[in-house]
């Protein structure tokens, strides 16, 4: 199985920071790299598809960037409703696995 | 509107077993691939099982063996036959919707409320 590693586990920042935070996949994945947002008791929320695409609906001060085994998932200017935890998953190869989250947390 | 509403879950022993339902609607259900995702309390997501339109079916191997992916499109509804239950099979399991019909390792744009199975004695 491809592992995928998220970077930080958790962060603190606060309303008007830029965040970033990172995926690493154990092997290239091309773009077949996903990020989500859950925020607790709701199911996930998908954010960028293929690495870069913006879901619809989705503000555009998120953002995604990243091929082959490295990642990014960037918010810029964090608004209060986007604490939360983020998770990455890879679609390259069954099964698609996800990282394991980074919680985003009020400074 | 893509709606998709999981039922099912609940209480049982370790080794007992339990049929997870998923009823779909606002698309052609016939027309998609789609999955189960798990998640344990306080942690991460895991894929479980996913069908494609062809019924073709595939699991993680924590599951092969013991769980049983189905579908029914006259119903719209996808099923998770879970057998042989374990406490670390407590998570809230999740019905995903594929965006093609040709595979069940994709993003997931459309996600059920979740149902709630929980393993113990």
């Known amino acids: 199985d491809i592992q995928v590693t998220q970077s930080p586990s958790s962060l603190s920042a606060s309303v008007g920071d830029r965040v970033t935070i990172t995926c690493r996949a154990s092997?290239?994945?091309?773009?077949?790299l996903h990020w989500y947002q859950q925020k607790p008791g709701k199911a996930p929320k998908l954010l960028i598809y293929a690495a870069s695409n913006l879901q619809s609906g989705v503000p555009s001060r998120f953002s995604g960037s990243g091929s082959g085994t490295h990642f990014t998932l960037t918010i810029i200017s964090l608004q209060p409703e986007d604490f939360a935890t983020y998770y990455c998953?890879?679609?390259?190869?069954?099964?698609?696995?996800f990282g394991q989250g980074t919680k985003v947390e009020i400074k | 509107e893509v709606q998709l509403l999981e039922s099912g879950g609940g209480l049982v022993q370790p080794g007992g077993s339990l049929r997870l339902s998923c009823a779909a609607s606002g698309f052609t259900f016939s027309s998609y691939a789609m999955s189960w995702v798990r998640q344990a309390p306080g942690k991460g997501l895991e894929w479980v099982s996913g069908i494609l339109v062809s019924g073709n079916t595939f699991y993680a191997d924590s599951v092969k063996g013991r769980f049983t992916i189905s579908r029914d499109n006259s119903k719209n509804t996808l099923y998770l036959q879970m057998n042989s239950l374990r406490a670390e099979d407590t998570a809230v399991f999740y019905c995903?919707?594929?965006?093609?019909?040709?595979?069940?390792?994709?993003?997931?744009?459309?996600w059920g409320q979740g149902t709630l199975v929980t393993v113990s004695s």
């Open positions: 998953q890879q679609s390259y190869s069954t099964p698609g696995t």
């Open positions: 995903t919707k594929s965006p093609t019909q040709a595979t069940v390792t994709a993003y997931y744009a459309y």
């Open positions: 092997q290239s994945i091309s773009s077949y």
